[in-house]
């Protein structure tokens, strides 16, 4: 290196790190605020007291319900006949006063109000800030701006929630009218209904902080192949702090995962000792009835929410064991965080932030032993840690990151049993390394006990592996075991389990209560009679989803509630992994052909279980179709997967630099794309 160089050098990773501040506040202030910037600061008040404010017209409505909300109704009735069966009782169900029903569909009534607001002269609005002191429940609007009679935008349908008092919609536009149109059960008095029309320079701090992080992540993945080469897995779990850490930011104390809110009730269940105190706004999460934002302002809003109802001196009090039940293993490290919080006295929207990053925390460490103990493909390793569901999974409150973390390492301790070595020996099986890979799949499969059936990979393993043959048989024993033991757990939960025991022990009753229909008796009888036709209905579904997922029509890379990026981002991902498995590597051990084959019977195998668990237990008794499978079950089956299609690297010669930049740099800028455009673009604008 030249001498007037080595200080560039020396400093790279301050340099890296000035250039990406500077380049942040750059596209904030010139991008984001020059509309702002180039318009006078405004702030005007309107009403319907002054008249500034039009009430164009009032009327009842009956609308249709959607097909989700008439199930949630049938759902409801069903479980209230199962309840009522089970306790001998009678059947108790009231409806909602505002629903009918009428030819066999199901009509909420609604009032909606349509207002007009006028200007003199058409003027850049950048917010509008709708407050309706007698809005006694949630309603929804949408706003339409105009300008000379023609519509210059028009919002989707919001949501006022009336425990803010206020709620907030970015505009950006130059307009001269806005109509607003609310919708709701109640009459509601337009008298006190204010408008705040607001344009105003304020950084937004996290635009800032995600183009820093951006910048630096990049320029680190780009620029700093060294590191990447000897260090892969800080280079894992430095990413996935980072992007984890900024996801969890952005979504606050937003509920955006599917169950979430059930998972946050056992994870603050677990955070207590012998007494747990649930204040309302844990209330909330629990019911899945705590306030979202979607706005800066409103997320200060909630905030102050939060902190307000979040009072010990009159919490819920009750009472639980001390002895952590069985399915809740796999929450300790959210409950000790939240717990941490509390000892800190952080107020509840931040002590809700550091408890998911409690989950992070765990899946990035066990990401990064998982790329460490690799023999080989560290980069694959780490590139399938990094994909945007296992970071989604793991900032928020979700046993996944615990499922998609140690099933990880156990894959890769696994297979580093199974590469063949330079001298083509192979070494005795180390009782402690034993001890890991079991340990490992336990605890990944503590949540899902489907995904204990990978273990039975280890049984194939060879004699010469072990020091006396018998050692041999009692390992394999004793996995055949515990797989059959996890089997048994699916369908006779251990009275440990903190589930309804008495309902989930009967076969009869048993079944996802969220979908009408279900009965894990009725399902199985189903199958014993039709073996033939289940087999059709599991081979079409698993085929079906397959073709999706590989063609990109189907969202494989998923952010629960938030949505998922396109098919594009799945076929390049894909294509990164084929380049990958075809580049030549003569120097390397290959995987032997037998471990392939049992990888693949493995993969189908735990698919067809996965599969037909849902189908036993989620799906209406003899339907043609199997529902509930999400792409998030098969995370675990992409390493195994990525086994399968290795072999010896004949058709592409690619610079392990070049290699490793490529598949550190997808998954990294798929988490930059979805933060950017489902959560910093839809929340904290």
Known sequence: MRPDKKWLYKYRILIMVCLSILCAFTIEIFVYQWNVLNNPQQHLELSVEEQSIHVLETKELWQELTEEEENQIEIDKENARL???????????????????????????????????????????????????????????????????????QTEKQVY???????????????????IIISGSQNLQTNSLKILCTNQFEMNFFRIVFFCITFMIM?????????????????????????????????????????EHVHFARSYAMSFGNTI???????????????????????????????INDDFSWADISTQSRFVSYSDRSYLQLGLFMKLGRIMNLPFFYTIMLSKFGNLFLYSLLSFFAVKAAHQRKELVAGIALLPNCIFAASGFSYDAVVNGFLLLAVVLTGNLFWNNERGKEERLNPLIAFLILSAYIAG????????????????????????????????????????????????????????????GNLAYAGDKRNQGTSVLGQLNFILANPA???QILLKAMGSDLLSYLS????????????????????????????????????????????????????FGVSAVIYTSMYVTYTPVGSSIIEGVQARYFLPLILPFVYVISGKGNLIRLKEEWYQKLVFAFPILANLWSLYWISLRPYNF
């Open 83 to 153: 309840l009522a069966e089970i306790n001998n009782t009678e059947v108790s169900f009231t409806p909602d006063s505002n629903i009918k029903e009428e030819n066999g569909r199901y009509y909420k009534r609604s009032m909606q109000t349509i207002l007009q607001v006028s200007f003199s002269d058409a003027s850049f609005c950048g917010k509008m800030k709708l407050y309706i002191p007698d809005a006694v429940e949630k309603l929804s609007y949408t706003v339409e701006g105009r300008n000379q009679g023609k519509s210059i935008f």
């Open 161 to 179: 929630d009336n425990r803010l008092g206020c709620d907030i919609t970015t505009i950006h536009q130059n307009i001269d009218q806005i109509i």
């Open 219 to 259: 320029g680190n993945v780009l620029f700093a192949p060294a590191w990447l080469r000897k260090h892969p897995e800080a280079a894992c779990f430095s990413a996935s702090i980072l992007l984890g850490s900024m996801l969890i930011l952005l979504t606050g104390t937003n509920l955006t995962g599917f169950d």
């Open 277 to 307: 105190q649930t204040t309302e706004s844990a209330m909330r999460m629990k019911a899945n009835d705590i306030p979202q934002f979607d706005q800066l302002e409103e997320r200060e809003l909630v905030k102050e929410y939060e902190d």
């Open 445 to 504: 499969s503590t949540a899902k006990p489907i995904y204990m059936i990978m273990s039975l990979m280890l049984v194939f393993l060879s004699d010469r592996r072990f020091e006396h043959k018998w050692r041999a048989w009692i390992f394999r024993a004793s996995i055949v075991g515990l797989i059959g033991l996890f089997l048994y757990v699916i369908f006779f939960p251990p009275v440990s389990t903190s589930i309804n025991y008495e309902l989930m």
């Open 533 to 535: 036709g289940y087999t």
């Open 552 to 603: 990109g029509s189907a969202n494989f890379l998923n952010y629960g509630y938030l949505g998922g990026l396109s098919g594009c981002w799945v076929i390049a991902g894909i294509l990164i992994l084929l380049i990958g498995v075809s580049r030549k590597e003569e120097s390397k051990p290959q995987l032997p052909v037998f471990f392939r084959i049992l990888n693949f019977v493995m993969i």
